[in-house]
């Protein structure tokens, strides 16, 4: 009964490519405007496709080509684009209120009380929420608050780690490509090897990734002489996202949340990327049964909206001075509607979305290993977040060039599907699409990747 109804979420024609060569030429009149008048900082501003209609998991450029989306606009087309409850919401609450500044509004409240709900335990019926507008805003609010509560100065995150592109959240950002040739930015961060087995540092044949990297934390945070004297928090991504798509086991933050313990620092997960029901959990920390002292969340939450937002435990917000943080336009009505939607799609029974996303991420990772390709280095994921390390040699694990990544996506794009890459050498591919994609054209976009896999062996 729910492939049913998913299948009437997308376009009926994906994928389904018109034009003889890529771009068209309606697209690729609006990709020199947009050239021209928008700045390319942003991420995805070169990339030859340019967006004019979406329904689900598929969407059109302006020249009617209809495309597969594999990467859900980077995690937050959640329930997929323009989803008819939503639309439904979108119109019900603009026609009430949208804007309320930043006093009291009943839709803002509502979100704040359906989000202490569905937080994992230890923030679970006894969280505060403060929304901001995107992921990074949310990251530097909880660096700001776990200041402020402990009286320490210090972070500590990992290397890989994507928290943002601000001052503070840039700072535990480890990518070159958000931070050279922009000078220093907030001082105090210590960055710590994240439990990625594939590539990992060290020698794994006593100890996991997992019991190195964890028991590594604890030695910096509980042990004289490591310099990490004042920290106020350790932040990490319960399943990293752009750098590779790492899947940690439970273990590693089973042993921060005791090293942190013991050292008296905040545990704050980072779920923007990986939240909101994308790994089979509401969210990814749940798969470790470990409690954090604050959690930051957007995407998926707002899914076609902007929402973002930070829960923490109550005593802990209960520190934070009235008025010392104002933030005009978050939680905005209209997209608290929206996010109040899409809970309640991803809650919906019948629908099934958080359990049919483990199930569907498992086959998936299957079917693209049954692909037998030299290039896949390793298949890895939790439920619809999944990566696909590509590499020139399985044995000696060199990343698959560039070039041969951008002819693998102009492959992709030539014959309808979207798919972006991430990861250190930005080699690695993923699949993370609306929870909300049928079975059929899922697989249909799988087979194509592996049809382009194929293609650069050739």
């Known amino acids: 009964m729910s492939e049913a109804i998913l299948e009437a979420l997308h376009f009926a024609d994906a994928p389904h490519i018109l034009s003889s060569t890529l771009p068209g030429p309606k697209t690729s009149e609006a990709l020199a405007l947009s050239a021209r008048t928008e700045s390319m900082a942003r991420g995805g501003g070169r990339m030859p496709i340019a967006m004019d209609r979406a329904f689900g998991a598929t969407f059109k450029d302006p020249d009617g080509n209809t495309y597969i989306d594999l ?109 050279k040739g922009y000078g220093a930015q907030m001082g105090g961060v210590i960055h710590a090897p994240y439990p990625y087995a594939y590539r990992f540092p060290f020698d794994t044949t006593h100890k996991s990734a997992e019991q190195i990297a964890g028991e590594y934390v604890d030695y910096l945070l509980n042990t004289p002489y490591t310099a990490a004297d004042d920290v106020a928090a350790v932040i990490v991504e319960p399943v990293q996202g752009e750098g590779g798509y790492v899947p940690p086991s439970p273990e590693f933050l089973q042993l921060l949340r005791k090293a942190c313990d013991r050292s008296g620092a905040l545990l704050i997960v980072d779920e923007v990327q ?113 990566g696909i390390e590509l590499v020139e040699d399985p044995a000696t694990k060199e990343p698959l060039s560039r070039d041969k990544i951008g002819q693998l996506m102009g492959y992709l794009m030539n014959h309808g599907v979207l798919m972006i890459p991430c990861g250190r050498y930005s080699n690695v591919m993923r699949v993370m699409p609306s929870l909300t994609i049928s079975r059929a054209l899922f697989f249909k976009a799988l087979d194509i990747f592996g049809d382009a896999l194929a293609s650069l062996k050739a």
Not at 76 to 92: L, T, Y
Not at 342 to 358: H, S, Y
Request: glycine residues 12%; charged residues 20%.
């Open 274 to 386: 990986a939240g909101a029901g994308r790994t089979g959990k509401m969210w990814a920390v749940e798969h470790s049964s470990v409690k954090p002292d604050m959690l930051t969340f957007g995407k998926g939450i707002g899914s076609d909206l902007p929402m973002a937002g930070l829960m923490m435990r109550s005593d802990l917000a209960a520190q934070i001075p009235d008025g010392s943080m104002p933030n005009t336009f978050a939680a905005n009505s209209l997209s608290a509607a929206v996010a109040l939607t899409n809970i309640a799609i991803l809650q919906d029974p019948e629908l099934d979305l958080l359990n049919r996303a483990q199930v569907l991420g498992l086959e998936a990772q299957e079917r693209i290993r049954g692909f037998n390709s030299p290039l896949v280095g390793e298949v890895r994921g939790r439920g619809l977040m999944i």
């Open 71 to 179: 990467s859900a606009g980077v995690g937050v087309s959640s329930v997929g684009r323009c989803h008819p409850k939503v639309v439904a919401a979108i119109r019900e609450q603009s026609e009430v209120l949208m804007h309320a500044l930043e006093i009291n509004s009943t839709r803002r409240t509502e979100l704040a009380a359906k989000l202490s709900d569905v937080a994992p335990p230890g923030l679970r019926g006894d969280c505060v929420t403060f929304f901001t507008q995107s992921g990074s805003d949310a990251l530097e609010a909880a660096i700001k608050f776990a200041k402020r509560i402990t009286g320490r100065h210090q972070i500590i995150a990992f290397h890989g780690g994507y928290h943002g592109v601000w001052n503070a959240s840039g700072a535990l950002t480890t990518g070159n490509a958000y931070r």
